[in-house]
């Protein structure tokens, strides 16, 4: 780009382009790599200054003696992050979160060496990534890029690629491509990528991230005129469609022969029988990768259906792959198809990441309603179960079906009760207070924050809590459509606004959405799978993040929130597969489980840390620091056994004690395994070894000030109606 002073107005020149840029000439000459202006109807953004010599050669052109070029000043102008123009202007600092997201990791022309992924195959059949990408690969993504290659070097290749969220499976996926298109052996023309619809956007966007300048290998097909076009242009090697554009029009893409498939979020393909799945399986595509971050959502029977679909027939029948489980034979067999690792292989490059779960008192509203509602049970206990799940978030969310329980007169009763009453709304509800405070809390420390919930009427009721909040309210919910949802992103992610929440619904935008705009995440009510939580958790702590990560769960105390919680503990045991204690813990929604549900201890601090009997009581020790004062203590009683024995050699008696206390130290360990199924008082004990590892608060405690400050509530007005909090810090 060359620069022409002209009055105020200046003209620039690309080799191919003419046009003028509002920009006075001292903002043009503080302009920096990685920042963002308008060139005409253009966006631009900074790849890499070149020095004068080097511009005229770039662009083809004489030197223009009359040219002006503006000179440097010797510091940056400090006024250029206010402009008032239509476009963000702004410079690529960490202080300012939105530029992260846009900054391409290929910023600068660089000269890099190509990375050669399989060395040993000679330089015949060995495949490469160019140097300008592979230098920017972690070590973790280069070891999953040579895994993918050498699994579709073969025509019959499949793998599944289950990273964590957030460890860069898109880039991983397209580098090995790219590394397979460039070897002219493997005849590999064409790359099909379906990802669910709202991702379409996404992809493109990582596309452009790792290819800012020169030809642009992907197009998205979002409607039939695309496809036309594609098939009549045949244009770029990658295509990235929707799984609903492969449902309509899979015939149309069958006629294009890809030679790849990639299945993004491919948990979604976990059912053999389901429409899309069979319509892929005919595409006939012989390499096929899927990607998810959560390929065990349920059952064992899940995790063998994508094996299937990534390498037909490799694990049998789904019997004979189940005997292999229980018989600890399949290790060496996935290991062939499925590569996992866990987000610590990018802590270095993330920062910390704290987790809460906070326990809120019911409202006596709250109470009261659940109470009736167990009582006074529907015919169908789902339907009482999605009331009591309502009545959690907020009791105005169930009066608004007051119409259905016309017949239940105790319900009847409390709802007229409640009406006479005029609580304030936030009281009504345990969780909303607790929210209440944090969205102040995180205002003022000017942290933004993302609120998750299942349910749309639940959004509607935040939204209107938040706005009465001062809050600027963005949403993402199945009503916005799927082309407007990457404008929504973008405006929260680059939003210079400090009270703005973005309220998403975890069905819409729980996977593989980039929301690192924020560094608090809150889940006002958690899902009965576990997946589909861990998946919205992930939005935020993620590659480009620079602040530390908050992220929440509210649950109302002694309800069913509890009860969600604790199901989701076990089944997130299956995560371990071969894990025979994780097996046995496996959840199914049984009759019992179901009776469980209805039962309610509001008046617990916490029912989950009862089930735990943890000794703890609530000071924010850990068990390994508990245990270490215990030894302490142990080594301080043997030594003063030891003196009082030399001194008191009559006194035999004594010993009795001391054998009693041997049984009950052994009691108390197991209270902390996995094994036993029940408590002392005989109540059914979930099983939840990782809730152990975190760090136990009770209101009562004197550590509990701390902790509010540390969780980021305004320790001089602490949550009325926090009743426990758990918290955990990942510590790689
Ligand atoms: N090496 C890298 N350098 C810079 N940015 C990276 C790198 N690897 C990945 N990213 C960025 O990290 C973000 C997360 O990557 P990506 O969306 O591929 O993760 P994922 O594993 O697919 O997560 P999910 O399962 O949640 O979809 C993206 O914005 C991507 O551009």
């Not at 302490?632 to 009082?644: A, C, G, R, S």
């Not at 059914?684 to 070894?689: L, Q």
């Amino acid at each position: 780009m060359e620069l022409r002073g002209l009055k105020s107005f200046h003209y620039s020149i690309f080799p191919h382009l003419y046009s003028r840029s509002l920009l006075t000439p001292s903002e043009i000459a503080a302009l920096a790599e990685g920042d963002e202006f308008m060139f005409g109807s253009y966006e631009v953004q900074i790849q890499n200054p070149v020095d004068e010599p080097n511009a005229k050669q770039a662009s083809g052109k004489p030197a223009n003696t009359t040219l002006q070029p503006v000179q440097p000043p010797a510091a940056k102008i400090s006024g250029i992050r206010s402009l008032k123009r239509p476009f963000s202007m702004v410079s690529s600092g960490e202080s300012n979160p939105t530029n992260r997201h846009f900054v391409s990791p290929c910023g600068k022309i660089e000269k890099h060496d190509d990375w050669v992924i399989d060395e040993e195959e000679g330089n015949i059949g060995a495949g490469y990534v160019e140097g300008r990408i592979a230098h920017r690969l972690r070590p973790h993504q280069k070891e999953g890029i040579a895994f993918l290659y050498s699994r579709l070097k073969n025509e019959c290749g499949g793998a599944i690629l289950a990273d964590e969220m957030g460890l860069g499976k898109s880039i991983q996926t397209i580098a090995t491509c790219l590394a397979l298109l460039k070897n002219k052996s493997l005849k590999i023309d064409k790359i099909l990528i379906v990802v669910p619809s709202s991702l379409v956007d996404n992809w493109i966007s990582e596309f452009r991230k790792w290819f800012p300048y020169g030809k642009f290998p992907a197009e998205a097909i979002r409607k039939v005129s695309d496809l036309r076009r594609h098939l009549s242009y045949l244009i770029t090697p990658f295509i990235v469609c929707s799984y609903d554009m492969v449902l309509r029009y899979a015939r149309h893409l069958f006629a294009i022969g890809f030679d790849v498939l990639i299945c993004d979020e491919a948990h979604r393909l976990k059912n053999s029988n389901s429409k899309i799945r069979i319509m892929l399986e005919n595409m006939n595509i012989q390499r096929r990768v899927l990607l998810t971050g959560t390929p065990l959502q349920n059952e064992l029977a899940e995790l063998y259906s994508l094996l299937d679909f990534a390498a037909p027939g490799k694990f049998g029948t789904p019997a004979e792959f189940m005997t292999l489980v229980e018989q600890g034979d399949c290790n060496e067999l996935l290991d062939e198809i499925m590569l996992r690792r866990g987000a610590n292989v990018n802590s270095k490059s993330l920062p910390p990441k704290h987790e809460y779960i906070l326990y809120c008192r019911p409202s006596n509203l709250q109470m009261k309603l659940m109470e009736a509602l167990c009582e006074d049970m529907f015919a169908d206990p789902l339907t009482t179960i999605l009331h009591l799940r309502t009545v959690a978030n907020h009791p105005s969310l169930f009066l608004q079906k007051s119409l259905e329980i016309e017949s239940k007169p105790k319900l009847r009763e409390i709802i007229v009760e409640a009406s006479k009453a005029k609580q304030a709304f936030t009281q009504n509800s345990g969780k909303l207070m607790v929210l209440g405070s944090l969205m102040e809390a995180f205002a003022q420390a000017k942290e933004r924050v993302i609120v998750f919930s299942n349910f749309t009427q639940t959004l509607d009721m935040l939204e209107s809590f938040c706005q009465n909040l001062a809050y600027e309210v963005l949403r993402l919910d199945g009503a916005v459509a799927t082309k407007d949802r990457q404008k929504v992103i973008k405006q929260f992610n680059e939003s210079k606004y400090y009270n703005t929440v973005l309220l998403v619904s975890t069905k819409t935008g729980g996977t593989g959405l980039n929301l690192i705009g924020a560094s608090r995440l809150v889940l006002f009510d958690l899902d009965w799978n576990p997946a589909n939580d861990l998946q919205a958790m992930a939005r935020i702590w993620r590659e480009g993040q620079m602040k530390t990560c908050h992220i929440y769960r509210l649950l109302l105390t002694g309800t069913i929130d509890e009860k969600i919680l604790q199901r989701q503990i076990k089944k997130t045991g299956l995560h371990t597969i071969f894990d025979p204690e994780a097996q046995s813990a496996e959840c199914k929604f049984r009759d019992e489980d179901l009776m469980e549900i209805f039962e309610l201890s509001g008046d617990a601090e916490s029912n989950t840390h009862r089930l735990l009997e943890c000794d703890c009581g609530g000071d924010g020790t850990t068990i390994e620091e508990r245990e270490d004062e215990d030894e302490l203590e142990e080594e301080q009683e043997d030594i003063d056994d030891e003196e009082e024995k030399e001194n008191e050699n009559e006194n035999e008696e004594l010993d009795g004690d001391r054998e009693d206390h041997e049984p009950e130290k052994d009691g108390n360990e197991e209270a902390h395994g996995n094994g036993d199924e029940t408590t002392q008082d005989g109540t059914p004990k979930v099983s939840m070894g990782e809730l152990n590892a975190w760090r136990h608060y009770s209101p009562e405690s004197p550590a509990f000030p701390l902790f509010l400050r540390s969780a980021g509530f305004d320790p001089e007005i602490p949550p009325e109606s926090l009743t426990f909090a758990m918290h955990y810090t990942s510590t790689f």
